[in-house]
C-alpha cells in the first residue's frame, strides 16, 4: 500500500509512524474513529483497552481491533481486556510501553489518575470526548520538539541584506549593462535587486532603503533598468517586474527568529550532558555554529523560490545556496560532532525549531494552579467555547455525585437541569471563579443525554488522530492544550488550561 | 414525560433495542437551540430510516466518509455517483475498498460494505458520471451531498440544483430547493458549506475562492526549464502526444506503466538541463496533480457535511450559515462564515451578463474572457447567437468538425461576425448543464 502521507510528511516522519505503538482506551465510536484514522496512513501497532463488552456479545475492544486489522494488514493490533482502572491499580507500568496513549469517554478520576502515570513517564496523553454536539480533546505532553514545523508561509532566506561571499562572488559574473536582451531577460530577479541594492547602497552611505520612499525610488532605480527598444519603449521583461514585486520581501532583514532566541537561551540548551536528548544536542550545535562560523545568523536554509530565468542561470544560482547551505550544515555537524552526536536535516529547518509545552492535567485541575484568567476572559463573551469546557467539568461533577450522567433517559431531562445547574455552580465555586453560565447550555448538555453522535465523534476522530500523527513524528505544531468544538455552530477554540 | 425508550418495532426487525438513541435524543426532545421549525416527535426517525432520500457525491475520500457516517445517523435511502474504480492508491484512506476490489467502480464497492455492514441500510450505486443524469434523477432527493475533486463538477452540480428552481410571480417557490452541501480536501486544509440555491451563495457566487490551478508557461516547459515539475510537464504535455508510447490511448495517472514512462523521459529533460529532484514519486504527484490526500483531513470535513446532512433532515438545529473553513497544519483552526451571493452571479442570480469589448475586437478576445475571467472560469466555452432569425454556432471546441469550420470565426471581430450592439450570446460549457446568456456591450 502506498502512503501519499508520505509527500507532506516525508520518509522520516513515515519511519516515526511505522515504529509508533498507540494505546486507545475505550472503543467507542469517538475510539475507533481515531484509531481508524491512524491505522490507514500506517501506525505499526495499536493496543485497544476496554472493558466493556458489545450488546453482550464480544467483548468491545476485541470486534474493534478485528474491524481495523481489516484496514491495513501491516498493522499489528492488540486488545486488553480490562478497565483502564484496573490496569492502573495492578499494573500502572503497562502503559510504558506506548508511544502515545488516546483516551476517550474516561472518566474525570481516571483522566487524573492516568495523566499522573504517564506524566511521570513522559508519555504524551491525548484525552477526547465527544459529548452531544461538543468534542473535546487535551493534549497532555511535557515537553514536545517539533523539528520540521512546516510553516504555510516560511519567508525565504536570501541573505540579501547580508550577501555571504560565494553569492557576492557570483553576483560578479554579471554585468547587466553589457548582457545581450535575451539573456538580460532572463536573469533571476535575486541578482537583479543584489545588483542594484549595491548600486543603492554605494549611493546611500551603505544604508539600505529604509522607509516606503526609499523603497519607491528603489523600485523605480530597478523600473529604470529595463530595457527600452528604438522608440523608448520598455521592453517586457518579466523578471524585472518579478524583481519590483519582490523588493518589499527580499529587503527584509536576516535574522533569528525570536522563538528559536528563546530556545537558545534555555536551560537545556546551556546546559548539554550526557542526559541531554538528541534535540537538545543539535540545537546547541546550531547555536555555537550561530557564535562562530555563523557570524550571528543561522545556517543558511539553501533554497530559492522558482523564478523567470534560463534554465542555467537559475540552476547556477540556486547551487550557489544549496553549496553554501551544505557547508553550513558541515559546520554545525562538526559542532555536534564535538557535541558528540550526528546531524540531519535540522540545519535546513534551524528556524522552525519549535517546543511545544502543556500543563499537566493535575496543573489544569488545581485550586492553586487553575488558569482563572483565561477563564474568565473568555468569558467575557458568555457565548465562548470555553463555556461548553466548564459545563463538562459540571458534567463530570455530576457523574460522581450520581453515579450517572444528566438527561440520559427522558424522563430526567427536565429535573437534571438545576441539578447540573448546581454541580456547575459548585466547580466553580471551589475555583472562586465568578462567571455568567447561560441556562440555555445547561438545558442543552441534559438533552445530549451524554450521547456520542457518529457525525461528531468522526470530527475529533480526525482531529485527533492528526494531532497524534504530530506527536508521534515530531513534524508539524500540535495544539496547546485544549481544543473545544461546537458542532451546533460549527466553530471551535483552542484554550490553554 | 414517556418513561424510557420505546422498543424499537421496525422493518425486518433490524433495529435492537436503543440502536438508535444517540440519535432519537436530538429528535424526540425539545432544546433551545432547535430550529424554530421543529417540533420533537418519536415519527422523525421514522422519516429518517424510512423516507428520507440522500444523494452522495463521490464514493472517494470523502465519499466513503460520507456514506459511513450517514449510514450511522440513520439514513436508509441513499444514492451514490461516481465514475472511477478502484485503484491501490486509494486503500489508504478509501477505508471501504480492500485490496480485492481493486478494478471494481468505487460506487458499488461502496454500496455493498455499508449495505453488508449496517443492516437495514439500502444504498444504491450509479457508476456513472453526474452528467449522465438529468433533473428527474436529482429531483427526487430531500438533500444532496458532495465529496468531489473537481471544481468543474461542482460547477456542473450547482447548475443543476439551480435549473430545478421555480419561480411563482419572481417568487421561489421554496419547495423546488433542494439543499446542496459541499466538502472539499486538500491535505491539511479543508472546507464545507451548505447552499441553498436560491437563497444563500452558490459555488459560482464564491468562485474566486477557487484560483485556477498553477499551470507552467510553455515557453518554461519547451525551452527553459528549471524545476524537476518542469521536466515533468515537458514528458506530460509534449512528449507523450507527440511518440504516443501506449497507441491512441490518453496519459492515465493511476496507471504505472504510464507513469514509468513519464517518469523515465523527465528523468533525460531533467538530465539534459542538469536539473536534479525527479522521483517517480514526484511524476505521479504532477501528473495526477495530487495534492496528498490525508485520511484524517477528509474524516473531518466529511463529519461536518453529515452533521449539516442531518440538522437539514431533522431541523435539529439551525444548519451552518453557510462556509466552515479547517486548516489543522498549526494545531487546529476553524473560521466560520456567511458567503454572500453575488448580486450578478452568472449561475443563480438570473441577471443578464454583460460582456463589454469594441466591435472591433476578435471573438478569440471573447473567449479567452470567458475562459480567464476569475468569476467565469469557464473551460471550453461553445458560443451560438440568432442571426437574421437563425441559429448561428460562433465557436464550438468540443466536435471535431465543427470545431474545424468555425475556428476562422476566432480571427473574425465581432462586426465582421455580424454581431451588433445588445445583441445576446448564449454560451454552453462543462461547468454548467444549463445555457448562460450574455449580452454583448459595444464600447468605444
Same mark, same amino acid.
Given at each position: 500500500?502506498?502512503?501519499?502521507?508520505?509527500?507532506?510528511?516525508?520518509?522520516?516522519?513515515?519511519?516515526?509512524?511505522?515504529?509508533?505503538?498507540?494505546?486507545?482506551?475505550?472503543?467507542?465510536?469517538?475510539?475507533?474513529?481515531?484509531?481508524?484514522?491512524?491505522?490507514?496512513?500506517?501506525?505499526? *501497532?495499536?493496543?485497544?483497552?476496554?472493558?466493556?463488552?458489545?450488546?453482550?456479545?464480544?467483548?468491545?475492544?476485541? *470486534?474493534?481491533?478485528?474491524?481495523?486489522?481489516?484496514?491495513?494488514?501491516?498493522?499489528?493490533?492488540?486488545?486488553?481486556?480490562?478497565?483502564?482502572?484496573?490496569?492502573?491499580?495492578?499494573?500502572?507500568?503497562?502503559?510504558?510501553?506506548?508511544? &502515545?496513549?488516546?483516551?476517550?469517554?474516561?472518566?474525570?478520576?481516571?483522566?487524573?489518575?492516568?495523566?499522573?502515570?504517564?506524566?511521570?513517564?513522559?508519555?504524551?496523553?491525548?484525552?477526547?470526548?465527544?459529548?452531544?454536539?461538543?468534542?473535546?480533546?487535551?493534549?497532555?505532553?511535557?515537553?514536545?520538539?517539533?523539528?520540521?514545523?512546516?510553516?504555510?508561509?516560511?519567508?525565504?532566506?536570501?541573505?540579501?541584506?547580508?550577501?555571504?561571499?560565494?553569492?557576492?562572488?557570483?553576483?560578479?559574473?554579471?554585468?547587466?549593462?553589457?548582457?545581450?536582451?535575451?539573456?538580460?531577460?532572463?536573469?533571476?530577479?535575486?541578482?537583479?535587486?543584489?545588483?542594484?541594492?549595491?548600486?543603492?547602497?554605494?549611493?546611500?552611505?551603505?544604508?539600505?532603503?529604509?522607509?516606503?520612499?526609499?523603497?519607491?525610488?528603489?523600485?523605480?532605480? &530597478?523600473?529604470?533598468?529595463?530595457?527600452?527598444?528604438?522608440?523608448?519603449?520598455?521592453?517586457?521583461?518579466?523578471?524585472?517586474?518579478?524583481?519590483?514585486?519582490?523588493?518589499?520581501?527580499?529587503?527584509?532583514?536576516?535574522?533569528?527568529?525570536?522563538?528559536?532566541?528563546?530556545?537558545?537561551?534555555?536551560?537545556?540548551?546551556?546546559?548539554?550532558?550526557?542526559?541531554?536528548?538528541?534535540?537538545?544536542?543539535?540545537?546547541? +550545535?546550531?547555536?555555537?555554529?550561530?557564535?562562530?562560523?555563523?557570524?550571528?545568523?543561522?545556517?543558511?536554509?539553501?533554497?530559492?523560490?522558482?523564478?523567470? *530565468?534560463?534554465?542555467?542561470?537559475?540552476?547556477?544560482?540556486?547551487?550557489?545556496?544549496?553549496?553554501?547551505?551544505?557547508?553550513?550544515?558541515?559546520?554545525?555537524?562538526?559542532?555536534?560532532?564535538?557535541?558528540?552526536?550526528?546531524?540531519?536535516?535540522?540545519?535546513?529547518? +534551524?528556524?522552525?525549531?519549535?517546543?511545544?509545552?502543556?500543563?499537566?492535567?493535575?496543573?489544569?485541575?488545581?485550586?492553586?494552579?487553575?488558569?482563572?484568567?483565561?477563564?474568565?476572559?473568555?468569558?467575557?463573551?458568555?457565548?465562548?467555547?470555553?463555556?461548553?469546557?466548564?459545563?463538562?467539568?459540571?458534567?463530570?461533577?455530576?457523574?460522581?455525585?450520581?453515579?450517572?450522567?444528566?438527561?440520559?433517559?427522558?424522563?430526567?431531562?427536565?429535573?437534571?437541569?438545576?441539578?447540573?445547574?448546581?454541580?456547575?455552580?459548585?466547580?466553580?465555586?471551589?475555583?472562586?471563579?465568578?462567571?455568567?453560565?447561560?441556562?440555555?447550555?445547561?438545558?442543552?448538555?441534559?438533552?445530549?443525554?451524554?450521547?456520542?453522535?457518529?457525525?461528531?465523534? *468522526?470530527?475529533?476522530?480526525?482531529?485527533?488522530?492528526?494531532? +497524534?500523527?504530530?506527536? &508521534?513524528?515530531?513534524?508539524?505544531?500540535?495544539?496547546?492544550?485544549?481544543?473545544?468544538?461546537?458542532?451546533?455552530?460549527?466553530?471551535?477554540?483552542?484554550?490553554?488550561? | 414525560?414517556?418513561?424510557?425508550?420505546?422498543?424499537?418495532?421496525?422493518? =425486518?426487525?433490524?433495529?435492537?433495542?436503543?440502536?438508535?438513541?444517540?440519535?432519537?435524543?436530538?429528535?424526540?426532545?425539545?432544546?433551545?437551540?432547535?430550529?424554530?421549525?421543529?417540533?420533537?416527535?418519536?415519527?422523525?426517525?421514522?422519516?429518517?430510516?424510512?423516507?428520507?432520500?440522500?444523494? #452522495?457525491?463521490?464514493?472517494?475520500?470523502?465519499?466513503?466518509?460520507?456514506?459511513?457516517?450517514?449510514?450511522?445517523?440513520?439514513?436508509?435511502?441513499?444514492?451514490?455517483?461516481?465514475?472511477?474504480?478502484?485503484?491501490?492508491?486509494?486503500?489508504?484512506?478509501?477505508?471501504?475498498?480492500?485490496?480485492?476490489?481493486?478494478?471494481?467502480?468505487?460506487?458499488?464497492?461502496?454500496?455493498?460494505?455499508?449495505?453488508?455492514? /449496517?443492516?437495514?441500510?439500502?444504498?444504491?450505486?450509479?457508476?456513472?458520471?453526474?452528467?449522465?443524469?438529468?433533473?428527474?434523477?436529482?429531483?427526487?432527493?430531500?438533500?444532496?451531498?458532495?465529496?468531489?475533486?473537481?471544481?468543474?463538477?461542482?460547477?456542473?452540480?450547482?447548475?443543476?440544483?439551480?435549473?430545478?428552481?421555480?419561480?411563482?410571480?419572481?417568487?421561489?417557490?421554496?419547495?423546488?430547493?433542494?439543499?446542496?452541501?459541499? =466538502?472539499?480536501?486538500?491535505?491539511?486544509?479543508?472546507?464545507?458549506?451548505?447552499?441553498?440555491?436560491?437563497?444563500?451563495?452558490?459555488?459560482?457566487?464564491?468562485?474566486?475562492?477557487?484560483?485556477?490551478? /498553477?499551470?507552467?508557461?510553455?515557453?518554461?516547459?519547451?525551452?527553459?526549464?528549471?524545476?524537476?515539475?518542469?521536466?515533468?510537464?515537458?514528458?506530460?504535455?509534449?512528449?507523450?502526444?507527440? @511518440?504516443?508510447?501506449?497507441? @491512441?490511448?490518453?496519459?492515465?495517472?493511476?496507471?504505472?506503466?504510464?507513469?514509468?514512462?513519464?517518469?523515465?523521459?523527465?528523468?533525460?529533460?531533467?538530465?539534459?538541463?542538469? /536539473?536534479?529532484?525527479?522521483?517517480?514519486?514526484?511524476?505521479?504527484?504532477?501528473?495526477?496533480?495530487?495534492?496528498?490526500?490525508?485520511?484524517? %483531513?477528509?474524516? #473531518?470535513?466529511?463529519?461536518?457535511?453529515?452533521?449539516?446532512?442531518?440538522?437539514?433532515?431533522?431541523?435539529?438545529?439551525?444548519?451552518?450559515?453557510?462556509?466552515?473553513?479547517?486548516?489543522?497544519?498549526?494545531?487546529?483552526?476553524?473560521?466560520?462564515?456567511?458567503?454572500?451571493?453575488? @448580486?450578478?452571479?452568472?449561475?443563480?442570480?438570473?441577471?443578464?451578463?454583460?460582456?463589454?469589448?469594441?466591435?472591433?475586437?476578435?471573438?478569440?478576445?471573447?473567449?479567452?474572457?470567458?475562459?480567464?475571467?476569475?468569476?467565469?472560469?469557464?473551460?471550453?466555452?461553445?458560443?451560438?447567437?440568432?442571426?437574421?432569425?437563425?441559429?448561428? %454556432?460562433?465557436?464550438?471546441?468540443? #466536435?471535431?468538425?465543427?470545431?474545424?469550420?468555425?475556428?476562422?470565426?476566432?480571427?473574425? %471581430?465581432?462586426?465582421?461576425?455580424?454581431?451588433?450592439?445588445?445583441?445576446?450570446?448564449?454560451?454552453?460549457? #462543462?461547468?454548467?448543464?444549463?445555457?448562460?446568456?450574455?449580452?454583448?456591450?459595444?464600447? %468605444?
Amino acid at each position: 500500500i502506498a502512503y501519499p502521507g508520505f509527500k507532506l510528511w516525508g520518509d522520516h516522519g513515515q519511519d516515526t509512524l511505522e515504529n509508533a505503538h498507540v494505546c486507545l482506551i475505550n472503543a467507542t465510536a469517538t475510539g475507533t474513529e481515531i484509531l481508524k484514522n491512524l491505522v490507514l496512513p500506517g501506525i505499526g *501497532a495499536f493496543t485497544i483497552v476496554d472493558g466493556h463488552t458489545v450488546t453482550g456479545e464480544d467483548n468491545r475492544a476485541q *470486534a474493534a481491533t478485528e474491524l481495523l486489522q481489516e484496514l491495513n494488514s501491516h498493522v499489528s493490533g492488540n486488545f486488553v481486556e480490562e478497565s483502564p482502572e484496573k490496569l492502573l491499580d495492578n499494573n500502572p507500568d503497562f502503559f510504558h510501553r506506548f508511544t &502515545i496513549v488516546i483516551a476517550v469517554q474516561l472518566p474525570e478520576s481516571t483522566s487524573l489518575r492516568l495523566g499522573s502515570v504517564l506524566w511521570s513517564a513522559s508519555i504524551p496523553f491525548l484525552v477526547c470526548k465527544t459529548y452531544g454536539l461538543i468534542g473535546y480533546m487535551r493534549l497532555v505532553v511535557q515537553e514536545h520538539t517539533v523539528i520540521e514545523s512546516h510553516p504555510d508561509s516560511a519567508l525565504e532566506d536570501l541573505r540579501l541584506d547580508k550577501p555571504f561571499a560565494e553569492f557576492k562572488n557570483h553576483l560578479q559574473s554579471f554585468d547587466l549593462e553589457s548582457m545581450n536582451k535575451k539573456d538580460h531577460s532572463h536573469t533571476p530577479w535575486i541578482i537583479i535587486i543584489a545588483k542594484y541594492l549595491e548600486k543603492w547602497l554605494s549611493e546611500h552611505n551603505y544604508k539600505p532603503p529604509q522607509n516606503y520612499k526609499e523603497k519607491e525610488a528603489f523600485r523605480q532605480l &530597478i523600473r529604470d533598468g529595463i530595457r527600452k527598444n528604438e522608440n523608448g519603449v520598455p521592453e517586457d521583461e518579466e523578471n524585472f517586474e518579478e524583481a519590483i514585486k519582490n523588493v518589499n520581501t527580499a529587503l527584509n532583514q536576516t535574522k533569528i527568529p525570536s522563538a528559536v532566541e528563546e530556545l537558545f537561551n534555555s536551560e537545556q540548551c546551556n546546559n548539554i550532558n550526557s542526559e541531554s536528548s538528541s534535540f537538545w544536542v543539535m540545537l546547541r +550545535a546550531v547555536k555555537d555554529f550561530v557564535h562562530s562560523e555563523g557570524n550571528r545568523d543561522l545556517p543558511v536554509r539553501g533554497t530559492i523560490p522558482d523564478m523567470i *530565468a534560463d534554465s542555467q542561470k537559475f540552476i547556477n544560482l540556486q547551487n550557489v545556496y544549496r553549496t553554501k547551505a551544505m557547508q553550513d550544515a558541515a559546520a554545525v555537524s562538526t559542532h555536534v560532532q564535538r557535541l558528540l552526536q550526528s546531524l540531519g536535516k535540522v540545519c535546513k529547518n +534551524a528556524s522552525f525549531l519549535r517546543v511545544v509545552r502543556c500543563r499537566s492535567l493535575a496543573e489544569e485541575y488545581g485550586v492553586d494552579s487553575v488558569n482563572k484568567d483565561e477563564i474568565t476572559s473568555c468569558m467575557d463573551n458568555p457565548d465562548s467555547e470555553m463555556v461548553f469546557y466548564l459545563i463538562l467539568r459540571g458534567v463530570e461533577r455530576f457523574y460522581q455525585q450520581h453515579s450517572r450522567y444528566p438527561g440520559v433517559y427522558n424522563y430526567q431531562v427536565e429535573d437534571d437541569i438545576s441539578k447540573l445547574k448546581l454541580c456547575v455552580n459548585s466547580v466553580m465555586q471551589e475555583y472562586n471563579l465568578n462567571v455568567n453560565i447561560k441556562d440555555d447550555y445547561v438545558h442543552e448538555f441534559c438533552r445530549f443525554g451524554a450521547s456520542e453522535p457518529h457525525t461528531v465523534a *468522526a470530527f475529533i476522530g480526525g482531529s485527533a488522530a492528526q494531532e +497524534a500523527i504530530k506527536i &508521534i513524528s515530531h513534524q508539524f505544531v500540535p495544539f496547546n492544550n485544549t481544543f473545544i468544538y461546537n458542532a451546533m455552530l460549527q466553530t471551535s477554540a483552542t484554550l490553554q488550561l | 414525560m414517556a418513561d424510557a425508550e420505546l422498543p424499537m418495532a421496525v422493518d =425486518g426487525g433490524y433495529d435492537w433495542d436503543g440502536r438508535w438513541n444517540h440519535v432519537r435524543k436530538f429528535l424526540e426532545r425539545p432544546g433551545p437551540f432547535a430550529h424554530p421549525d421543529f417540533e420533537p416527535c418519536t415519527e422523525s426517525l421514522q422519516f429518517l430510516l424510512e423516507m428520507c432520500k440522500i444523494l #452522495v457525491i463521490g464514493a472517494g475520500g470523502l465519499g466513503c466518509e460520507l456514506l459511513k457516517n450517514l449510514a450511522l445517523s440513520g439514513f436508509r435511502l441513499i444514492h451514490v455517483v461516481d465514475m472511477d474504480t478502484i485503484d491501490i492508491s486509494n486503500l489508504n484512506r478509501q477505508f471501504l475498498f480492500r485490496p480485492k476490489d481493486v478494478g471494481r467502480p468505487k460506487a458499488e464497492v461502496a454500496a455493498d460494505f455499508i449495505n453488508n455492514r /449496517i443492516p437495514g441500510c439500502k444504498v444504491v450505486p450509479h457508476y456513472k458520471k453526474i452528467q449522465d443524469f438529468d433533473e428527474s434523477f436529482y429531483r427526487q432527493f430531500h438533500i444532496i451531498v458532495c465529496g468531489l475533486d473537481s471544481i468543474i463538477a461542482r460547477r456542473w452540480m450547482n447548475g443543476m440544483l439551480i435549473s430545478l428552481l421555480s419561480y411563482e410571480d419572481g417568487v421561489l417557490d421554496p419547495s423546488s430547493i433542494i439543499p446542496l452541501i459541499d =466538502g472539499g480536501t486538500e491535505g491539511f486544509k479543508g472546507n464545507s458549506r451548505v447552499i441553498l440555491p436560491g437563497m444563500t451563495a452558490c459555488i459560482d457566487c464564491t468562485l474566486e475562492l477557487y484560483p485556477p490551478q /498553477i499551470n507552467f508557461p510553455m515557453c518554461t516547459i519547451a525551452s527553459m526549464p528549471r524545476l524537476p515539475e518542469h521536466c515533468i510537464e515537458y514528458a506530460r504535455i509534449l512528449l507523450w502526444p507527440k @511518440e504516443k508510447p501506449f497507441g @491512441e490511448t490518453s496519459l492515465d495517472g493511476d496507471n504505472p506503466e504510464h507513469i514509468q514512462w513519464v517518469f523515465k523521459k523527465s528523468i533525460e529533460r531533467a538530465a539534459e538541463f542538469h /536539473i536534479t529532484g525527479v522521483t517517480y514519486r514526484l511524476t505521479q504527484g504532477v501528473v495526477k496533480r495530487i495534492i496528498p490526500a490525508v485520511a484524517s %483531513t477528509n474524516a #473531518v470535513i466529511a463529519a461536518a457535511c453529515s452533521l449539516e446532512v442531518f440538522k437539514i433532515a431533522s431541523s435539529a438545529y439551525i444548519p451552518l450559515n453557510n462556509y466552515l473553513v479547517f486548516n489543522d497544519v498549526d494545531g487546529l483552526y476553524t473560521y466560520t462564515f456567511e458567503a454572500e451571493r453575488k @448580486e450578478n452571479c452568472s449561475a443563480c442570480s438570473q441577471v443578464p451578463q454583460n460582456l463589454q469589448f469594441p466591435p472591433s475586437a476578435k471573438l478569440q478576445e471573447v473567449l479567452e474572457y470567458l475562459m480567464e475571467n476569475a468569476s467565469l472560469q469557464m473551460k471550453s466555452p461553445a458560443i451560438t447567437t440568432t442571426l437574421e432569425g437563425k441559429n448561428k %454556432t460562433l465557436y464550438l471546441q468540443s #466536435v471535431k468538425s465543427i470545431e474545424e469550420r468555425t475556428k476562422p470565426n476566432l480571427c473574425k %471581430t465581432l462586426t465582421e461576425l455580424g454581431l451588433s450592439d445588445g445583441q445576446e450570446l448564449a454560451v454552453a460549457d #462543462v461547468t454548467t448543464p444549463q445555457t448562460v446568456l450574455f449580452k454583448l456591450n459595444f464600447t %468605444t
